[in-house]
Structure formats: C-alpha cells, structure tokens
C-alpha cells in the first residue's frame, strides 16, 4: 500500500511540473532589434500565456523595466521596485493582455546613465520571487524579457541647429581623433568606452580639440558634448589598430 500512495504522490508532483505557467512579452510599437531616438519611449506591451493550461484568477504578474542590471516600476520609474497585478479573470492557454508602460524621454535617459547608448527592456514575471523577476513560476524563461536600443542624439530645449556645423574625424581613427567644434561655445567633451566609463574628459579651450587614441584599445567609443553644464549631444567613433 505505501509504495501505491508513493506512486500517486510521484503522479501529482509530475501533473503539477507539467501544469507551470509559461508567459511572454512582446512589445506594441518597437522590435528587439531596432534602433531608436525617438522620445519618448513607449514601452507599452503584450503577454501572452505560451502554456498548454490557463493562469488561474488571483495568480500574481509582476512587470519592471530594466536599464543594465536596475529595475524601476512601471508606475513611476522608481529605481529597484517592480510593479505587480493579480489576475481578476484566468488568462487561458494562447490568451494575451496588454500592460500600458511609463513612456521614457531622452531627457530622463541622459539624467540616469549619461547619454550612453544601451537597451531599454521590458521583463515579466508569475508568481513569487518578484525582485529578482527570475524563472522563479516559469518553465521557459527565455521569451520574459524583449528589449529595445536606444540612442540618444540630443535633450529638449537644445537645438539641433546650434550643433549642425560640429564635425569629428577620421572615424574610425588610428592615432588622433579631431573634435572640431565650428566656434560653438561646447565646454567639455566626455568620452566614454561601451561600459559608460569616461575614459578621457577635455576641458575645451580651441575651436579644434585632438585627442591622442593611440593607448586606447580598438572598438566603440562614446563622447559626450557639454554645453553650459548640460549634454547636448552623444555620439560615437569608432578606434582602430
């Protein structure tokens, strides 16, 4: 009789695995793969329940943006919350929901990371260990998460006209790369490697600022041009050996 009861136990246990939930995440406007500068961001998306079964009513969702290794709230971009729900009605087997995100301006972007390029993510969630919004409910976790690329090119309130006659060459540079600033009033240049770590800051003092990449290592890098103490353009060169 104890090894029957085992074997009803060992039924179960497998009936409940093969009953874990399985969502994903589509966005409404952009794909993973695509490029972007305008602003604002809308991150607004989709989840579907990918499972054989329905997530039943009162199964908690829980949502967050992802910038790098940060979560903020779909609510209010608060840094490391994550925004959850709880199901009012069972989302059944092929069913989808839409979620409305915070839109993201470029503005916001320069305040939190400087004006790097980067990905903007969307990642989901069932069930417990919302925090982390790891595979915690999920048997495949692989399709919880789309992302975006941003690029932002310049904030509000500056122009684009005051920065058309700026030109930096050669791209992809060798040795020297040549900032030249056509008279404009540009403070100081910030440069940065793919990671956001200013590798070099020059406090402009000529119309054509050089600088020396002959130490730097090859790849992408990103300069930052700084006018009355706020970025008013990002935008990359490229070193090579």
Known sequence: MKKIYTFLFSLLLAAGAFAQPNVSVTLDNYTSSEATSDDPLDLSFVITNEGSTAIPMGDS???????????????????????????????????SAGVTAPTITMDWLFDEFGGTNGLVCVRVGVGFNSMALDAANDSDYSDNEICVDYTVTAVTGIGEEDLSQISVYPNPAVDVINFNLAGNTIETINVMDVSGRVVDVINVNESIEVLDVNNYESGIYYYQLVKN????????????K
């Open 229 to 240: 103490g706020e970025v008013v353009k990002t935008d990359k060169f490229i070193v090579t």
């Open 61 to 95: 969702l829980y949502y967050a943006i992802r910038i790098g290794s940060q979560l903020y709230s779909l609510i209010d971009l608060a840094p490391m919350t994550v925004t959850y729900s709880i199901l009012d009605a069972e989302l059944p087997a092929g069913g």
